[in-house]
């Protein structure tokens, strides 16, 4: 009894204080947190090239956030972009039973809400009845693409850190610049 206890207290942790995870999690940890400092790195980059080449966004940062179409992180709305991106067009029947316990309602104000942010297509088919098929524009394509490895993150990456303590990252977050100043 007292051992368990002994054993749950040091956690994932084995001899010595070195993680007692198989080797294939710790490359896959390994390669996140790598892929995350590529990410960030290419993000600076081109923050740094739009800034020099549009006055409109050359403007002072205040601080707000960046705007996201309405609902893009909002419950369905990232299964609904990954169902589509498989560049095949679907019908509303298909995604609803792909998705399973999406009601009809909540499904039809996603896709209205992604075909007017630019993400959805709905072509109308000559059928009858009519139906519809939605597929991802080119803009939906770039961003189910970009979210593909938070989504494979979440998915398999997500679940290796259950049985850990939170620990806080080893660097600090960068400050944004003062307005006017780069």
Known sequence: MAKMAAQRRVGARGKG???????????LE????????????????LEGRVDRRSASLDAPRTGKRTPVPHGLFGKWTLDIL??????RALGFGELR????????R??????????????????????RPPRASYGLTERGMTVARLGEPMLLFLRYGGNLY?????????????????????
């Open 17 to 27: 204080g070195r993680s007692a995870r198989p080797p294939a999690r710790r490359e």
């Open 30 to 45: 390994a390669s996140f947190r790598e892929f995350g400092r590529v990410a960030s790195d290419f993000t600076r980059s």
């Open 82 to 87: 990954e169902l589509l991106s498989s560049g």
């Open 97 to 104: 039973s792909d998705l399973r316990t999406i009601s009809s």
């Open 106 to 127: 909540v499904l039809s104000s996603k896709l209205h809400r992604l075909e007017a942010d630019g993400l959805v297509y709905r072509e109308v088919l000559p059928t």
């Open 162 to 182: 259950v049985h850990e303590r939170a620990t806080p990252a080893r660097a600090p977050l960068p400050t944004p610049p003062a307005p006017g100043r780069r």
